[in-house]
């Protein structure tokens, strides 16, 4: 639950999909400001993801409530905010591909946070504050870090993706537990109420493969946008 009981879930929900889309638009509307004062930007940005991941795994384990069958971060949202949280200390392109696919899913936890709309009322800040960073992150890299991905990118984000998903289904047996929601199914589950494990995992990758190849072209689009933009000047 929301550490600021006081705050309705539900209106912080709102409020979390209005600033992650009003964030995108300012990151395409204002470059020159960011990379004026992204040295700034980027120190803010760190320091709330050392607090997100001390909240997440350190407070936990001191408060003796760190769990192997839940406080472990292998969720794909949760991996790619470790990874991004290096990346602020040690940034490498070679981080990119990885942050910008991987990273891309956290605009569907804005949206359908960890499936039903219900789930919002049990969801505390940290999840919002990591989601929100994700979300606006493929943006970023897109436009002021000048990434642009290609379609091999595509495919190796898509496929290690669906190999981690398959691989963690014995790990998930042995600790029983539901690490890549691969027996809650997270939204898919009331849809295919009565799939394995195995099913969801191709299922699951199938449809952030075609997320992924959106990504790729919405990249594709803004360059062609740009390019038109600097043959016009």
């Not at 589950?189 to 992924?212: C, D, E, K, Q, R």
């Amino acid at each position: 639950m929301l550490y600021f009981s006081f705050m309705n879930p539900y209106i912080i929900h709102i409020f979390y999909n209005l600033l992650t889309f009003i964030t995108i638009f300012l990151i395409f509307k204002h470059k020159a400001f960011i990379v004026t004062h992204k040295r700034i930007i980027l120190k803010v940005v760190t320091i709330i993801l050392v607090y997100t991941q001390f909240i997440r795994y350190i407070y936990p384990f001191i408060v003796g409530n760190f769990s192997m069958q839940e406080s472990l971060p292998f969720f794909i949202c949760r991996i790619s905010v470790l990874v991004l949280t290096y990346y602020m200390f040690f940034p490498s392109k070679k981080l990119h591909p990885l942050l910008f696919f991987w990273g891309s899913t956290g605009i569907f936890a804005v949206i359908f946070p960890n499936g039903n709309i219900e789930n919002i009322a049990i969801l505390n800040e940290t999840f919002f504050i990591d989601h929100y960073i994700l979300a606006v992150t493929p943006f970023y890299l897109m436009k002021i870090e000048d990434y642009r991905p290609t379609f091999k990118t595509v495919n190796i984000a898509s496929i290690s993706f669906g190999l981690v998903l398959i691989g963690f289904i014995p790990f998930n047996n042995m600790l029983e537990a539901d690490y890549f929601y691969l027996s809650n199914y997270a939204v898919l589950h009331p849809i295919f109420p009565n799939i394995t494990s195995l099913g969801f995992a191709i299922i699951h990758t199938v449809a952030v493969y075609i997320a992924f190849i959106g990504y790729y072209y919405i990249s594709k689009i803004h360059e062609k946008y740009s390019n038109n933009n600097l043959i016009q000047i």
